[in-house]
C-alpha cells in the first residue's frame, strides 16, 4: 500500500517541528575564569634611600695644551716618540741655538762696555765738583759729566734688559712639556724651519690623570637636582661599557660635579653639567661614551620602584598594585628624580604597598594574579648593593 503526501502537509509539519525545537531550554555559556598569573612583586616603604641620577655623556681631557715654537729657527732635535707620556718639565724640541746664544753674549759685551763708561764719568764727576766748588772750573762742565753718569745708568739698565730677553729667547729654543700627559704625533720634523711668521704648532699633550665628563641634565632635572641635593660638591662616577668578551662589565671611575653652566640650550632645553673624574689608571681615553652618575641626597624619605614596572598612556603614570585578594589593580603615580636604575614616587602609593614587576605585558586590571615577593633580591636596595649606590658608597 502506497502513502502519499500532499505538499500542504509536509508544510504542516515542518512548522510543527521547527517550533517544537524553539521551546527547548537555552544553553548558557560559562566563561572559565583565567587561572592566575604568576608574578614578581616587590614591597615598597618610604626611605631614606641615596639618590642617584644618571646620564650619557662624552669625556673630554682637563688639559688640551698645543705645543708651538715661539721662536723662529731650524728644528734640531725631538725628544719624545709618538704617543709617550711625558712629565711637566721634560724636554720636547730642541731648536738651534747659535743665533740667540750670539745676541745674548753681544747684550753683555754691551753692558760691560757701559759699565765701563760709567766709572769714567763717575771719576771725572768726583774730580770736577771740588774744582767748581773752588771756582776753578765752570759748573756746565760738572753738570755735563753727572748728565753722563745719568746716561750710562740708564743704558746699563736697559742692557740688563736686553740681556734678560736674549736668556729669554734662548730659554725658547728648549721646548719643555708645559703640563704632565699623553703627548700626540709630531708635526714636524728634524730640519723643518718653524716659527718664521708664525707660532709654528710642533704638537699637542693631553692632560688624562684627571678628565672631564660632560653630559646635559634636561632643565626640569637641574631644577629638581638644586632642590633636593644635600652637598655644594656633589659626588659622582662614570661607567664604561666594555668591549669584546666584556661588554656586559662596566669599570667605574670616581669624581665629582664641579661645574653647571648658567644658561639653558634653547634647542635642547638642557643645561649642561661637569664632572671631574680621577683618571689616575689612565683607562679611559677622551672622547669616551660614557654614563655619568650623579649623586643628589641621601636626606629625604622617597618611595622608590624600577624604572620598567612604571606605565604611561593618555590618563597618566601608572603601576600594577597586588590587593590583599591577589588581584591586580591599576594605580596611578606621579614620579619625581629618575635613574636607570630607580624611580622615585611622589604620590600614587603609601608604604608597604606590593606592586608587580615582571608579567607586565600579560597584566590587566582585576585579574588574579599569583605574587611572589622579591624584595630582598630584586628591590631597590638589593638594586643599590648590585651597582655600589648605597650609602657607605658614597664618596666625601
Known amino acids: 500500500m502506497h502513502y502519499f503526501f500532499r505538499p500542504s502537509v509536509i508544510s504542516v509539519l515542518f512548522v510543527l517541528l521547527f517550533f517544537s525545537g524553539c521551546n527547548k531550554?537555552?544553553?548558557?555559556?560559562?566563561?572559565?575564569?583565567?587561572?592566575?598569573?604568576?608574578?614578581?612583586?616587590?614591597?615598597?616603604?618610604?626611605?631614606?634611600?641615596?639618590?642617584?641620577m644618571q646620564y650619557t655623556g662624552m669625556t673630554k681631557a682637563s688639559s688640551d695644551q698645543e705645543i708651538r715654537a715661539r721662536v723662529s729657527g731650524r728644528l734640531q732635535k725631538i725628544y719624545f716618540k709618538d704617543g709617550a707620556y711625558v712629565k711637566k718639565g721634560d724636554k720636547?724640541?730642541?731648536?738651534?741655538?747659535?743665533?740667540?746664544?750670539?745676541?745674548?753674549?753681544?747684550?753683555?759685551?754691551?753692558?760691560?762696555?757701559?759699565?765701563?763708561?760709567?766709572?769714567?764719568?763717575?771719576?771725572?764727576?768726583?774730580?770736577?765738583?771740588?774744582?767748581?766748588?773752588?771756582?776753578?772750573?765752570p759748573r756746565a762742565t760738572l753738570e755735563q759729566h753727572e748728565a753722563r753718569k745719568s746716561e750710562l745708568i740708564a743704558a746699563i739698565a736697559a742692557d740688563e734688559a736686553a740681556i734678560q730677553n736674549a736668556r729669554l729667547q734662548l730659554s725658547y729654543t728648549i721646548i719643555k712639556a708645559p703640563v704632565s700627559g699623553q703627548v700626540g704625533t709630531r708635526l714636524v720634523d728634524v730640519g723643518n724651519l718653524v716659527g718664521y711668521s708664525e707660532s709654528t704648532l710642533l704638537a699637542t699633550i693631553k692632560q688624562t690623570s684627571v678628565i672631564y665628563a660632560y653630559f646635559s641634565p634636561s632643565e626640569s632635572d637641574v631644577q629638581k637636582i638644586y632642590k633636593f641635593r644635600s652637598r655644594k660638591k656633589l659626588p659622582a662616577f662614570i661607567e664604561v661599557r666594555g668591549q669584546g668578551e666584556d661588554i656586559l662589565k662596566r669599570k667605574r671611575l670616581d669624581g665629582y660635579v664641579d661645574f653647571s653652566n648658567n644658561a639653558v640650550d634653547p634647542l635642547t632645553s638642557t643645561i649642561m653639567m661637569r664632572?671631574?673624574?680621577?683618571?689616575?689608571?689612565?683607562?679611559?681615553?677622551?672622547?669616551?661614551?660614557?654614563?655619568?652618575n650623579m649623586f643628589v641626597t641621601d636626606k629625604f624619605?622617597?618611595?622608590?620602584?624600577?624604572?620598567?614596572?612604571?606605565?604611561?598612556?593618555?590618563?597618566?603614570?601608572?603601576?600594577?598594585t597586588v590587593d590583599k585578594n591577589n588581584i591586580a589593580r591599576r594605580t596611578g603615580v606621579t614620579t619625581n628624580l629618575s635613574s636607570r636604575y630607580y624611580t622615585s614616587i611622589a604620590s600614587g602609593l603609601k608604604d608597604g604597598d606590593s606592586?608587580?614587576?615582571?608579567?607586565?605585558?600579560?597584566?590587566?586590571?582585576?585579574?588574579?594574579?599569583?605574587?611572589?615577593?622579591?624584595?630582598?633580591?630584586?628591590?631597590?636596595?638589593?638594586?643599590?648593593k648590585a651597582h655600589n649606590l648605597i650609602p657607605d658608597e658614597v664618596k666625601q
Open 25 to 52: 531550554p537555552e544553553q548558557k555559556v560559562v566563561k572559565k575564569a583565567p587561572p592566575p598569573l604568576s608574578v614578581e612583586t616587590v614591597t615598597v616603604h618610604k626611605k631614606n634611600f641615596p639618590l642617584w
Open 355 to 384: 606592586v608587580v614587576i615582571s608579567g607586565l605585558m600579560k597584566v590587566q586590571d582585576g585579574r588574579p594574579l599569583q605574587p611572589e615577593d622579591v624584595t630582598d633580591t630584586k628591590g631597590i636596595e638589593a638594586v643599590m
Open 301 to 320: 624619605n622617597f618611595i622608590m620602584l624600577p624604572p620598567q614596572s612604571i606605565f604611561e598612556d593618555q590618563l597618566g603614570k601608572f603601576v600594577y
Open 275 to 292: 664632572a671631574t673624574i680621577d683618571n689616575r689608571s689612565l683607562s679611559v681615553y677622551p672622547g669616551t661614551f660614557v654614563y655619568v
Open 92 to 137: 720636547l724640541f730642541l731648536i738651534e741655538q747659535s743665533e740667540y746664544k750670539s745676541d745674548l753674549l753681544s747684550a753683555k759685551a754691551k753692558k760691560q762696555q757701559d759699565e765701563a763708561s760709567l766709572e769714567l764719568a763717575k771719576a771725572d764727576v768726583e774730580r770736577y765738583r771740588p774744582l767748581v766748588e773752588e771756582g776753578l772750573a
